[in-house]
């Protein structure tokens, strides 16, 4: 199990990396691990893809 330092380092990395496209990235790296049965993992990749929202902030309209 990641911290939550861990977490937000790894959010903030793939937000860097990936731009807009960060938040589906991990969502599909979730989805990946949770086929091969890899539920810790899946729920560590979406603790991220949470982590990416907040960063984020509220969107505006």
Same mark, same amino acid.
Do not use: F, Y
């Given at each position: 199990?990641?911290? %939550?330092?861990?977490? /937000? !380092?790894?959010?903030?990395?793939?937000?860097?990396? /990936? *731009? *807009? %496209?960060?938040?589906a990235h991990a969502a599909?790296? @979730?989805? !990946?691990c949770e086929q091969k049965?890899?539920?810790? %993992?899946?729920?560590?990749?979406r603790h991220v893809k949470? @982590?990416?929202?907040?960063?984020?902030?509220?969107?505006?309209?």
């Amino acid at each position: 199990m990641m911290s %939550e330092m861990q977490i /937000h !380092t790894i959010a903030r990395q793939m937000l860097d990396r /990936h *731009g *807009g %496209e960060a938040i589906a990235h991990a969502a599909q790296n @979730a989805q !990946t691990c949770e086929q091969k049965g890899q539920v810790e %993992e899946a729920n560590e990749w979406r603790h991220v893809k949470d @982590a990416m929202k907040m960063m984020q902030g509220p969107h505006q309209s």
